[in-house]
């Protein structure tokens, strides 16, 4: 296992690098969009509730595999041509954005009406109220949940390796297939994994119980 | 062009459809097997069983921070140089059993320890033994709260059956690949198609979730 792990060391590490790079791309732009359609989701406006909640019901009830496809295959149909990597990310970009929704909606709804009541009493717009008075405070909530999401996508970030996205389980397989030791490359493969997955869970775990 | 009229061909449809009937086998045979294991390795981890709970706990928590992908990977290329080669479909099932059960054991193992613990303490006191209490006093009440977490579980699960399609297990994801695999011009319609299968299956789950959730509350 030494012998395979030296001889490849390249391969995996880069794929880490990309597995960790797609994650990270990832759980950035889905924070954003998340917490826009989370707001939405709490807006006075009906219609943007319902824009807001229909973008949520049907992203998390979809598996991410057909989303991911469904950009590799289209976008270069009708628009630019993208790597695998882009696919990959967008997709998980916009899978995880409606998880994130969820969790920062229960977040918001977590904040006592009372902060929003006391805020608009004092004049400020809906939109200044949820900016510096109830958002702040929902995100304490939200943290440990976030966490588990971001050790989701890492996971996740897998399905890369249906769009030749370079990640470490498409590397897996690259050497795995190459050198026929199936078994012990998998077993790299999973630690390499478990370096960035357990820690967070566990600080996670620490996180929730501290809260509680 | 996309050309929506020959993608929705009953041949197509009712193809998509098989795939659908083998992805919900495969998630329904997975979900109750790993409802069994994993109630048992949830109380396991709760017993706290010395060095046994331990071992489980790290096991579970190994396993539940893998991507399932490498598991149905590892089932299917890894096994059979220990001399077993399951076929796609009980590989998949194998591989969903063994990522759930643990994701499973997890939801178990909170939603007792949400239960008042003087309600086990309460039974001991009447005389009951540990395995009596948890049965019949403990794991009913347990079971009641971890409803919606159990429900979104085999949502997942369904969703995550997509997966196995990289093994060829002729299910729902698979089958569309054969469709749209025909004519580039299948594509965007097999995709909605897929997910609008999907959408229906998971979606009506959670609302499930929700009125079982509402009526008890």
Known sequence: ?212 | MQNWIDAYSWINIRFLLQGLSVTILISVISVVLSFIFGSVLGIVRYSKIPYLSKIIGFIIDVIRNLPLLLIIFFVYFGLPAFGFKPDTIPAAILAMTVFESMMIAEIIRSGIMAVDIGQMEASRAMGMTFTQAMWHVVLPQAYKKMIPALVSQFISLIKDTSLATIIVVPELMQHGQVVYGQDPNYIIPVFVAMALMYFVVCYALSLLSKYIDHRMA
């Open chain 1, 1 to 212: 296992m030494i012998n395979l792990l030296s001889s490849n060391w390249h391969a995996f590490i880069s794929g880490f690098g990309w597995t960790l790079l797609s994650s990270v791309l990832a759980l950035f732009f889905s924070l954003i969009i998340g917490s826009l359609f989370a707001i939405l989701e709490v807006v006075p406006s009906k219609i943007l509730r319902i824009i807001g909640n229909v973008y949520v019901e049907v992203f998390r009830n979809i598996p991410l595999l057909v989303i991911t496809m469904f950009f590799y295959l289209v976008i270069p149909l009708y628009v630019v041509k993208i790597n695998g990597f882009t696919a990959g990310t967008i997709g998980l970009t916009i899978y995880t954005s409606a998880f994130i929704a969820e969790t920062v909606r229960a977040g918001i709804n977590s904040v006592d009406i009372g902060q929003m009541e006391a805020a608009r009493s004092q004049g400020m717009t809906f939109w200044q109220a949820m900016r510096y008075i109830v958002l702040p405070q929902a995100f304490k909530y939200v943290i440990p949940p976030l966490g588990n999401q971001f050790v989701n996508l890492v996971k996740n970030s897998s399905v890369l390796a249906f769009v030749a996205g370079f990640d470490l389980m498409y590397q897996g397989n690259a050497i795995a297939s190459q050198t026929f030791e199936t078994v012990n490359t998998y077993i790299i493969v999973g630690l390499f994994y478990l370096v960035i997955t357990l820690p967070i869970s566990y600080y996670m775990q620490h996180l929730e119980r501290k809260l509680a």
